[in-house]
């Protein structure tokens, strides 16, 4: 066991383990998102409760809950580790900050959108998980989802955080294929190209939600 916490400990395996939990959670966000289309069925929320029952009930829901949650722990963690060591390591800023020639926006705000993710993360399992699994307030989760998204100010800070997180993933993608040493003069492009094919999937994907309940759900 030691031997694991002492690789973990290594700035090596600080990237790693920053990779690792990120591509985890980039194959997460795909099975949700894709789960969430059955809100789009147009059946008064009848397949998307079926799917929410369906998942509601698989075997060993408690182990993958728990293995999400330590993903994502991990991976939080990880991060502000890594960002104080970076503040502790740099303490004074450069003179002339050349930083916008070598990097990009996305690079250098994943602390910030980072944080903003995981403040909508708080509210969005409060809105729905507390309510449906915890408080049990509503055993329809199609019914809790249309109550939530038809407030504008929630809907609105939705979206814009879905634009952040397609910020985070646009960067976290192409930065953790690198961790793993897939840098190729030929391949990184079409990698950058599929992050950003990614993020942008991701983010309208997710956005398409409170669009849709605000502006065009009819209510059968
Ligand atoms: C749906 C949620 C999330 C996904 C899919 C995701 C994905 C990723 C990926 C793929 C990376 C690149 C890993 C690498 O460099 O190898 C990354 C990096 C990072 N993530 Fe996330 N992330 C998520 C949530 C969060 C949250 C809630 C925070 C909160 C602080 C966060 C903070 C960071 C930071 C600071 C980095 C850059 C670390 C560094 O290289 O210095 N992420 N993320």
Redesign the pocket.
């Known amino acids: 066991m030691s031997w694991l916490l002492e690789s973990l400990n290594s700035s090596i395996g600080k990237?790693i383990l920053?990779?690792v939990t990120?591509?985890s959670?980039?194959l997460f966000?795909v099975g949700h998102l894709s789960g969430n289309m059955a809100l789009f069925a147009n059946d008064g929320g009848k397949s998307f409760n079926a799917y929410a029952e369906f998942l509601h009930h698989l075997p060993g829901l408690m182990v993958i809950e728990i293995i999400l949650a330590s993903v994502?722990l991990l991976?939080?963690l990880n991060?502000?580790r890594?960002?104080v060591e970076n503040k502790k390591a740099r303490p004074v800023k450069y003179a002339v900050n050349a930083s916008s020639k070598n990097s990009t926006i996305f690079s250098r705000t994943?602390?910030q959108t980072?944080?903003i993710?995981?403040i909508f993360?708080i509210v969005h399992l409060k809105n729905f998980w507390y309510e449906y699994v915890i408080l049990k307030s509503n055993d329809n989760l199609f019914e809790i989802v249309v109550e939530t998204f038809k407030d504008p100010v929630y809907s609105g800070l939705y979206i814009l955080a879905m634009i952040l997180?397609g910020f985070?993933?646009n960067h976290?993608?192409q930065?953790?294929f690198q961790?793993f040493g897939w840098n190729h003069k030929k391949y990184t492009p079409f990698i950058n190209f599929l992050g950003a094919i990614y993020s942008i999937a991701m983010a309208v994907g997710f956005a398409s939600m409170p669009i849709y309940f605000l502006f065009f759900y009819g209510g059968n």
Do not use: C
Request: aromatic letters at 10%; proline letters at 0%; charged letters at 5%.
């Open positions: 990237k920053m990779a990120g591509i959670l980039i966000l994502f991976h939080i991060a502000l890594l960002w994943m602390v980072g944080s993710i995981l993360l997180l985070h993933l976290g993608f930065s953790a961790t």
